[in-house]
């Protein structure tokens, strides 16, 4: 596995990893949920669409929009075992360990960290107008 600060300068280097931002939806799902829960869905998504040895669909698994998680897949190249592959020297075919499951969700985590997010609209505060 790739040392995360190495990585995070390298994709700093890529145009299409460096495009990729939280826009109003995901920071608004960030905002409200909270990071402990958005962490929870990405272990879980990991888990589910990451970690197996084989993905029916690989290449074409993660969702371009929609979630924050997915957003930092793309932008931290952990969208698909080709991408870990080539980013953070994971190979592909085989079962990711707990070890590279937590590297993975570290990474999509330290980046959605980075990223501005809306405050969440505080309900004690009525509009005024």
Do not use: Y
Request: charged fraction near 20%; hydrophobic fraction near 45%.
């Amino acid at each position: 596995m790739r040392n995360l600060d190495e990585l995070f300068a390298a994709l700093a280097q890529s145009r299409f990893r460096s495009r990729f931002h939280l826009g109003p939806q995901e920071q608004a799902i960030v905002a409200q949920r909270g990071r402990e829960v958005v962490e929870a869905h990405a272990r879980d998504l990991i888990a589910q669409r990451l970690a197996p040895a084989e993905i029916h669909n690989d290449g074409k698994q993660t969702p371009m929009r929609g979630h924050p998680v997915f957003i930092a897949q793309h932008a931290t190249a952990t969208c698909c075992r080709g991408c870990l592959a080539k980013w953070h020297h994971i190979e592909a075919g085989r079962v990711l360990s707990e070890a590279e499951q937590a590297h993975v969700i570290a990474t999509i985590m330290r980046w959605i960290d980075t990223q501005p997010v809306a405050k969440a609209a505080d309900p004690a505060q009525p509009s005024l107008f």
